[in-house]
């Protein structure tokens, strides 16, 4: 079963505009980490944000923030005042259990838009 | 500076002709982990070791082994590559983040191995 789901293949943005990228998952664990990243076309995987089960609070990273909604298990990215640089396919990705395997959503390509 | 190295970047070969990717990483991290990438389907798990000496696999092992026979190195190796493991690869450690809610320890990419099977 799907772990990770990212429904949203593309998206676009406009510059300057704030973007939201969804993420849901799934798991029985209570506790788990939920981790967003940013893939650039270089190809590398920048780490963007991270949230725990047990935060209280949603992250915050600069221009990221994760809203967090831990009943409806979603995890989602809002970039604020998207910059040109900001165009990349972007993962949500999961943490969880005593092996702590790592699972990935199948990614959003986000283009901003001049 | 603290990174993970993946070798070679870029790789063509030819159906049947074993190959190593080799890893490492100089953080003195525990856990490493091997993915691929395909489009449309994210980053799926290959092979990840916790420790020296200790591998297991992943969601998608098949046609893959590793070897962790020093905490810096995990490679890779396809023992007889077929077309269908035409990908990009990702080579990852971290720190063991231990149990509980401590998962804040993102892995380290290395900055990936594309391989083209022929």
């Known amino acids: 079963a799907q772990k990770i789901t990212q429904t949203q293949p593309g998206m676009f943005v406009q510059e300057k505009e704030a973007v939201t990228l969804d993420c849901t998952y799934d798991?029985?664990?209570?506790?788990?980490?939920l981790f967003w990243y940013k893939q650039p076309s270089s190809g590398e995987m920048i780490f963007l944000i991270y949230?725990?089960?047990?935060?209280?609070q949603n992250a915050t990273e600069g221009r990221y923030s994760l809203n967090f909604q831990k009943a409806r298990k979603s995890a989602n990215l809002v970039i604020s005042a998207s910059q040109l640089g900001d165009s990349a396919m972007y993962f949500c990705?999961?943490?969880?259990?005593?092996?702590?395997?790592?699972?990935f959503g199948a990614g959003t390509r986000l283009t901003v838009k001049p | 500076e603290a990174q993970v190295t993946q070798n070679p970047r870029y790789l063509i070969t030819v159906t049947g002709k074993k190959l190593t990717v080799t890893c490492s990483q100089n953080?003195?991290?525990?856990?490493m982990s091997w993915y691929r990438q395909d489009p449309g389907l994210g980053l799926r798990q290959i092979y990840y070791?916790?420790?020296?000496?200790?591998?297991d696999k992943g969601d998608v092992p098949e046609g893959y082994k590793v070897s962790r026979k020093e905490k810096r190195n995990f490679p890779l190796i396809l023992e007889s590559p077929s077309p269908n493991q035409t990908s990009l690869y990702f080579c990852?450690?971290?720190?063991?983040?231990?149990?509980?809610?401590?998962?804040?320890?993102?892995?380290?990419f290395g900055p990936g191995t594309r391989l083209l099977v022929l």
């Open positions: 949230q725990g089960s047990y935060d209280q």
């Open positions: 953080m003195n991290h525990e856990y």
């Open positions: 990852a450690s971290s720190s063991h983040p231990g149990r509980g809610y401590e998962y804040q320890e993102t892995q380290y």
């Open positions: 070791s916790m420790n020296v000496e200790v591998t």
């Open positions: 990705a999961m943490r969880e259990g005593p092996n702590n395997d790592m699972r």
């Open positions: 798991t029985s664990d209570p506790s788990y980490g």
